[in-house]
């Protein structure tokens, strides 16, 4: 007999689910939680400590809990739990039922599974405490939670999914991860008009910078405040533009099109959204930098095509401005991605449609031979001259596949060196990364890559050449 009631478990801290959602600001604060299947309540209670309306129901440790509508329900590894198909998708349709925003749906993924003490038993495993585990790949649970919904879910991360209840909440979400932070133009000349109402005109300068056209008057706290002085927005704007500078905003107004590029190139996946179900402010931004959905899709669709040709990959990866570039791949630490060519963030977005972020990811790693985007964790990547891999998941293009692999507590783990070539060239510590790597290449410490790339070859190199590291200081004994 299936024992369910085991597979729950007492946490220090929140579940995987529910800080994926805190960190995708997916929780707002006023949002009333309900945790479907809450176990033993950790959940609830952490999030009640912080503010929130939580409250739960669990079948063996919480039957008498609230089971009503909320805003956010959590099903946290619940699915995976159930033996049998249908009532696992009943679970699934009444939380579903449940929802008014936004469902989180957590499963354990095959490239958790480790075949040790497991049973087979109708399409998953009992495990030597009688419990039951089915393991999804993830397209495999993207389009189960679509078929029982008939929503289009987003990945969240691996094995984590949000289903919304409004296509616009989905959209702005999803377009929201393509949008760049820019800094706003800096003042250039001195202007009377401008000075007497710079507070005024702020709110359209922030406006203009995160969008890249000009707002409608419902669009900005001030609209109609800024039209009864200036006459129009566009007028208020053109004072703007004479302080800043004309070059400024065409470059924001670029990038931000570049950005909704990217949107709406990967917007393919699982389908491209009607226009009628985008946000208004999306709407508005495709009007106004792209004239008509039609001409943003056909746009769009281009750049798709042109990330799945590896030969305008690898013609890509040869000519971005950074990243450390190896024979088969190019890899760039995370915080540039958004800074590589649009067909490049194009290629890495059909990755993250399906796996959604990879927390702790530092590293990404993309393939210019064969369809494959690998993340990389390196936790000590800013604090360590030569830190250690702790994981990587591989996300196969063709298969759809995701391998995830652990070195955390290997004894030889693979380990990074030149690490200013994976960072933007503004990235802060790079000159100290530099200057490491001109003092070891000056004493010969990189002359044979192939024996010091896992950490045991490394710290051997380092002792034939009688040095040792001090931070990012080379110190010889």
Request: hydrophobic share 40%; charged share 30%.
């Amino acid at each position: 007999m299936i024992a369910r009631d085991r597979t729950a478990i007492r946490r220090n801290d929140l579940s995987r689910p529910i800080r994926t959602a805190l960190r995708d600001g997916a929780l707002a604060a006023n949002a009333e939680v309900l945790d479907y299947g809450c176990g033993h309540g950790d959940d609830i209670r952490f999030l009640a400590e912080a503010g929130f309306n939580a409250f739960g129901w669990d079948p063996a440790h919480r039957p008498d809990g609230l089971r009503r509508n909320a805003d956010v329900v959590n099903l946290g590894y619940v699915v995976n739990v159930v033996e049998d198909p249908q009532e696992r998708a009943d679970a699934l349709r009444s939380a579903w039922q449940l929802t008014g925003c936004l469902l989180i749906v957590a499963a354990r993924l095959k490239s958790d599974l480790v075949l040790k003490d497991f049973e087979l038993l109708e399409d998953g495993y009992v495990t030597r405490l009688q419990t039951f585990q089915k393991f999804f790949e993830q397209q495999e649970l993207r389009d189960w939670i679509e078929s029982v919904t008939g929503e289009p879910p987003v990945a969240a991360a691996p094995g984590i999914f949000y289903v919304f209840r409004e296509a616009s909440d989905r959209e702005q979400f999803v377009a929201a991860r393509y949008r760049r932070t820019i800094a706003a133009p800096r003042i250039r000349i001195s202007d009377r008009l401008f000075e007497q109402h710079e507070a005024q005109l702020q709110t359209l300068l922030t406006f203009m910078t995160e969008r890249g056209r000009l707002p409608e008057t419902d669009e900005i706290s001030n609209g109609e405040e800024l039209t009864g002085i200036f006459g129009s927005l566009r007028r208020a704007f053109q004072v703007v533009r004479r302080v800043t500078g004309e070059e400024q905003w065409a470059a924001i107004a670029e990038e931000r099109r570049s950005d909704l590029l990217v949107y709406v190139a990967l917007g393919r996946f699982p389908r491209r959204p009607a226009f009628q179900s985008l946000p208004r402010d999306l709407q508005r931004d495709i009007k106004a930098l792209f004239k008509t959905y039609k001409s943003a899709s056909t746009a769009g669709d281009a750049l798709l095509f042109e990330a799945g040709n590896m030969a305008r990959v690898n013609a890509a990866c040869s000519d971005s401005a950074f990243g450390k570039l190896m024979p088969t791949a190019l890899y760039v630490h995370v915080t540039g991605l958004s800074r590589l060519a649009p067909v490049l963030r194009v290629y890495e977005g059909c990755a993250r449609v399906l796996t959604g972020d990879v927390a702790g990811a530092t590293v990404i790693k993309l393939r210019r031979d064969e369809p494959k985007i690998s993340y990389l964790g390196y936790p000590e990547f800013d604090t360590l001259a030569h830190p250690p891999l702790e994981f990587s998941v591989r996300v196969d293009l063709r298969s759809f596949n995701i391998k995830n692999r652990q070195f955390k507590d290997s004894d030889n783990p693979p380990v990074l060196h030149r690490k200013e070539l994976f960072v933007p060239e503004d990235y802060p510590g790079r000159e100290v990364f530099d200057a490491l790597t001109k003092t070891e290449v000056g004493l010969g410490l990189l002359d044979e890559s192939q024996d010091i790339g896992l950490q045991r070859q490394w710290d051997e190199t380092l002792l034939r050449k009688g040095v040792r590291l001090s931070g990012h200081n080379l110190i010889r004994d």
